[in-house]
Every structure is written in C-alpha cells, then in structure tokens.
C-alpha cells in the first residue's frame, strides 16, 4: 500500500449504530487530520493529531470520536448519528503541523446515515 | 477573517480553449498556498505548493502562479481529462489548520 488509506470506503448505518472509519498513512509522516466534506461546502477540518496528540477539535460534536494509536494510524468512532451527518469524511497526514507542510488525502469514506 | 474565495464557481470549456481558475486569499503571513485536484467520489489529489509572491510552478497543461492576494491556475489547451473540481487551500499562521476554497468545478467538452 502506498500513500494514504481509507476504509471502508462506503458505509451506511443507522442512527443507531456504532461504527468505526480507518485510516493509515505509508508516507511516515507525524500529523494526521479528519475533514468532513458535504455537497456544495468547502472540506471542512475536524480533528488535528500531531505526534498521536490531539491538537485540534475544531468543535465537532461528541458523537464523533477519534483515536490516534500511533501516527500511521487513526480512526474515527461514530455513534448515533443524524442524517445530517452523511458526507464525504477524509483522512489526510503531512509531515507536521507548524504550517507550510502539503497534506495527502486519502479516498475518503462515503458515509450514508438513514 | 481568514477566508478563501474561488472562482468562477463553474467553468466550461471547449477541448484546446485554455483559461484560468481564481483563488484570492486573506489570511495574515502567508505560509504557502496549496492546488489541489479532485475528481468525483474521490480525495483530493495534491497538485501544486507556492510560497512566496511571483513564484510560479508547471505540471503538463497546469499553471500556477502566485500575487500577494491571488493565485491563479492557469490550463493550456485542456483535455477533457482535465475535468475535475480544482481547490486551493491556505494555512492559518502557525498551524497547518488549512482553509479551503470551495473549489472550481471545471468542464473540458470534446
């Protein structure tokens, strides 16, 4: 595997259900991001792990949940969920985040709440 | 406040009609600005990183330049490959907390 990998890459649950997104990056990169991207917005940034620390939780809600167990890895846990929470989610890394440093993007999952 | 504007929001062109996509930015000390190309259903796939003004970087029929307020993507003679939603993106000083655009989606008809 090369680059950034994402899975699964569709998913659909209901609001009830517990779910997980994965992704890994091969590049040996330190930072890693979760975007959200739904139809007609910009991506939006959700959460920032540097070095497998959380650096930023650009205020989303505490149903999503994210976990860094080392910086190839992350994943975001998902519970209850709304509709409105059906998008594009992206996982990104580079090589830190001070600023200036390009961000690879993996395919994304296309995630579908009934 | 730190915003990114992108335009036109749509574009379409003929095979070979070449032009430019827009970014302008405002955001405080500017720590490089980023292309990126994105095709339906997919990530964005990086492009292009331009860090200071009057730089200018190449990749086949893509273009892009750098002002102290702007950055255009120039396309020469597109192919109708080149169809995609093409996005610019900015970090906010100090973080790599990037700002994106809300992208070009642009058309090349045969």
């Known amino acids: 595997e090369t680059g950034v990998t994402q899975t699964p890459r569709h998913l659909v649950m209901g609001m009830t259900n517990k779910k997980s997104l994965k992704c890994e990056q091969h590049l040996g990169h330190n930072a890693m991001y979760w975007y959200k991207q739904s139809a007609k917005k910009p991506l939006e ?52 985040t001070s600023g200036g440093y390009e961000q690879f993007f993996g395919p994304g999952t296309r995630l579908t709440v009934l | 406040e730190d915003q990114v504007t ?11 009609e070449s032009s430019s996509l827009n970014c302008s930015y405002t955001v405080s000390g500017l720590r490089g600005l980023f292309w990126y190309r994105q095709d339906p259903g997919k990530g964005p796939e990086f492009l292009f990183t ?14 892009a330049t750098l002002t102290k ?3 255009f993507l120039h396309i020469t003679a597109p192919k109708p490959e080149d169809s995609a ?16 655009g809300a992208g070009t989606r642009l058309a090349v008809h045969p």
């Open chain 1, 45 to 96: 940034l959700m959460f920032v792990y540097n070095f497998k620390e959380q650096t930023e939780n650009n205020s989303v809600p505490s149903r999503f949940s994210p976990e860094c167990p080392n910086s190839s890895h992350l994943f975001l846990h998902l519970h209850t969920l709304q509709p409105e929470d059906s998008a594009l989610y992206l996982c990104a890394s580079s090589q830190e």
């Open chain 2, 6 to 16: 992108q335009s036109p929001e749509a574009l379409r062109l003929q095979e070979g």
């Open chain 2, 50 to 63: 331009l860090y200071s003004a009057g730089e200018e970087k190449e990749k086949e029929r893509l273009k």
């Open chain 2, 69 to 71: 307020k702007e950055s």
């Open chain 2, 85 to 100: 939603t093409y996005l610019c993106a900015v970090p906010l000083w100090g973080y790599n907390k990037l700002i994106f």
